[in-house]
C-alpha cells in the first residue's frame, strides 16, 4: 500500500513535469487537413492511405494517378509550394523530436536527482527512455529523407508533440517504482503506518525541488524552441498564401486544399 501510495504520486509529478516542458505556451491556428508523405523523389497528399496528389521531382503534378499538363507558370508555383512543403514537414518534425527531448529530459533529472545520476537504477530507466525517443522519430519519419505527417491540427502542439508518449512515460515509471524505491531506501516500505503520511510528504517536497531547478535550467531552451514554433505557424502561413495561388492557377487542386489557416475556416461558415 505504502508502495501504492508513492507510485501515485511519483507519477503523478513525472508527468506533470513532462507535460510542463512541452511547446505550450505556443500556438498556430492552421491545419493539415491530409496526410503527407515524403521521399527524395515524391511528394504525396493523402487520404486514409490514398493519394490524391502526387508532384514527382517538385515539377511533375498527378491528380489521383493522373498526371497534370502544366505551363512554365503553372510549374514555377508548383515547384516553389513542393519545396515550402519539404521544408515545412522536416519542420514539424525536429520540432516535435525536440519538444520530446525536452519533456524527457526533465523527468530524466528528476529520477537521477532520486536515485543518483548514472546510478544502475538511473541507467535502466535512461535505457527505456532512449527506447521511447527512437519510436518516436520511427513515428514521423523511416530515414533522414523520408518523412510522414498525418492530418494536424497545429493549434495543439502539445498533442501533436506528447500524443499518447504521456501513458508510455507513465507506464515505463510505474514499472520502475521498485527499482526506484530501492534506490531512494527502503523507509518508504518498512516505516511505520503512522510515519508513512511524513515521509511521503519528504520525498514528494526533494522532487518538487528537483522540479523546480529543472525550470530554471531549461527555461531558456524552452523558450527556444516555442519562438522556433511560432516562426514554423508563420512560414505555413505564408505558405498558404503560395497554396492559394497554385490553385488559382490550377483550379483541379482546389478541392484538395492541404493548408487552412482560422481566417479560411472562418471565412467558410458565414
Do not use: W
Not at 16 to 29: I, L, P
Not at 186 to 202: C, P, Q
Request: with cysteine; aromatic share 6%.
Amino acid at each position: 500500500m505504502k508502495k501504492t501510495t508513492f507510485s501515485a504520486i511519483f507519477c503523478c509529478l513525472t508527468i506533470s513535469t513532462f507535460s510542463s516542458f512541452n511547446v505550450n505556451a505556443a500556438h498556430c491556428d492552421v491545419n493539415f487537413n491530409y496526410g503527407v508523405v515524403i521521399d527524395p523523389s515524391h511528394l504525396r497528399i493523402i487520404d486514409q492511405g490514398q493519394t490524391l496528389v502526387q508532384i514527382n521531382n517538385d515539377q511533375q503534378l498527378f491528380i489521383k494517378g493522373r498526371e497534370i499538363a502544366l505551363t512554365p507558370k503553372q510549374q514555377k508555383i508548383l515547384i516553389q509550394y513542393a519545396q515550402g512543403i519539404r521544408t515545412q514537414v522536416p519542420e514539424i518534425v525536429a520540432i516535435a523530436i525536440e519538444g520530446i527531448d525536452l519533456g524527457l529530459k526533465a523527468v530524466n533529472k528528476i529520477i537521477g536527482g532520486l536515485t543518483g545520476e548514472n546510478s544502475a537504477a538511473h541507467q535502466k530507466i535512461q535505457e527505456k527512455f532512449n527506447e521511447l525517443q527512437n519510436r518516436l522519430r520511427l513515428r514521423f519519419n523511416q530515414s533522414a529523407q523520408n518523412f510522414y505527417i498525418a492530418p494536424q491540427d497545429f493549434d495543439d502542439f502539445d498533442e501533436i508533440i506528447a500524443g499518447d508518449l504521456e501513458d508510455e512515460i507513465q507506464d515505463i515509471v510505474s514499472e520502475s517504482i521498485g527499482t526506484i524505491l530501492n534506490a531512494v531506501g527502503d523507509a518508504m516500505a518498512t516505516s511505520d503506518n503512522d510515519d508513512i503520511e511524513h515521509r511521503v510528504e519528504t520525498i514528494t517536497e526533494r522532487i518538487e525541488s528537483i522540479a523546480d531547478n529543472i525550470d530554471i535550467e531549461i527555461e531558456k531552451p524552452a523558450d527556444k524552441l516555442n519562438n522556433k514554433t511560432l516562426q514554423f505557424c508563420q512560414n505555413l502561413i505564408l505558405l498558404n498564401e503560395k497554396e492559394t495561388l497554385m490553385q488559382q492557377l490550377l483550379p483541379q487542386l482546389s478541392q484538395y486544399d492541404l493548408i487552412q489557416t482560422s481566417k479560411q475556416t472562418n471565412t467558410q461558415k458565414q
